[in-house]
C-alpha cells in the first residue's frame, strides 16, 4: 500500500528543546518536501529536496533543519531556534523529471511547545 | 513572488446545490495547478491536477478549469453532498507549489 506516513500524529515540547519529525514514502518519489500550516494560513513550504543528499531552503527555513540520507525519508528538526514552533507540519512527495510534478501528503504531525 | 487567493473563505450550501470554488493567481507563468481537499486535522488528498498546456480536467462529480491569461481557476463539485464538507485549498507551481489559503465547505443536509 504506497503512500507517506509521518510520525507522531501530536508531539508536545517544552520551549528550548529541538525535536525531530519523521516522514517516510514508498512511492519512489525523487522529490520531498515539508510544509507548516497556521490556522487560516496556506501552506509555507520550509525545505525541499529532489534528490538524495541534496535539499534546498524553502520560505520559512529559518529555526529548521533537514537531512536526505535516503530517498525513501526526509526528517524535519524544529530547533529551539525557532520562535512559534507550535504548527501542523505536512510532508510531501513527488516524481520529477519530465510530467506534472503531482503533490502527495502525508496525514501530518501536530507540534505543540510550551 | 506568485499570490494565490481564494475567495471566499468560506461558503455554506444545501445539499443538491453545485459547488463553484475559486482560485486566482498573479504569475500567469505557471506549470501545474492543483486542487486539494483537507479535512479538520488531516492532510490533503489530491484532487485534480491540471497541466498549463490543459484547460480543464474532470473526476466524477468534479470539474476543474485553469484559464492563465486571466490568472484563475474554478473547482465545480455537482450535485454536493454532506460528505463533501472540507477545506478545498489550490496551489500552482511547478516543482514548487504556492498554495491560497482556502475556501472552507459546509454542505447542509
Known amino acids: 500500500d504506497g503512500g507517506i506516513t509521518q510520525s507522531p500524529k501530536y508531539l508536545f515540547r517544552k520551549e528550548g528543546q529541538n525535536v525531530t519529525l519523521s516522514c517516510e514514502q514508498n512511492?519512489?518519489?525523487?522529490?520531498m518536501y515539508w510544509y507548516r500550516q497556521d490556522p487560516g494560513q496556506g501552506l509555507r513550504l520550509i525545505y525541499y529536496s529532489q534528490i538524495v543528499n541534496d535539499f534546498q531552503k524553502g520560505d520559512i527555513a529559518e529555526g529548521y533543519s533537514v537531512s536526505r540520507e535516503k530517498k525513501e525519508s526526509f526528517p524535519l528538526t524544529v530547533t529551539s531556534a525557532q520562535k512559534n514552533p507550535t504548527a501542523f507540519y505536512l510532508c510531501a512527495s513527488a516524481q520529477t523529471g519530465l510530467g506534472a510534478y503531482e503533490q502527495y501528503f502525508g496525514p501530518g504531525t501536530r507540534l505543540t511547545v510550551t | 513572488k506568485q499570490e494565490v487567493t481564494q475567495i471566499p473563505a468560506a461558503l455554506s450550501v444545501p445539499e443538491g446545490e453545485n459547488l463553484v470554488l475559486n482560485c486566482s493567481f498573479t504569475?500567469?507563468?505557471?506549470?501545474?495547478l492543483q486542487w486539494f481537499r483537507q479535512d479538520p486535522g488531516k492532510g490533503l488528498t489530491s484532487l485534480l491536477l491540471i497541466q498549463s498546456s490543459q484547460r480543464e480536467q474532470t473526476s466524477g462529480r468534479l470539474n476543474a478549469s485553469l484559464d492563465k491569461s486571466s490568472g484563475r481557476s474554478t473547482l465545480y463539485i455537482a450535485a454536493s453532498q454532506p460528505g463533501d464538507s472540507a477545506t478545498y485549498l489550490c496551489?500552482?507551481?511547478?516543482?514548487?507549489?504556492?498554495f491560497g489559503a482556502g475556501t472552507t465547505v459546509t454542505v447542509r443536509a
Open positions: 504569475d500567469s507563468a505557471i506549470y501545474n
Open positions: 512511492l519512489n518519489h525523487d522529490a
Open positions: 496551489a500552482v507551481g511547478d516543482y514548487k507549489l504556492s
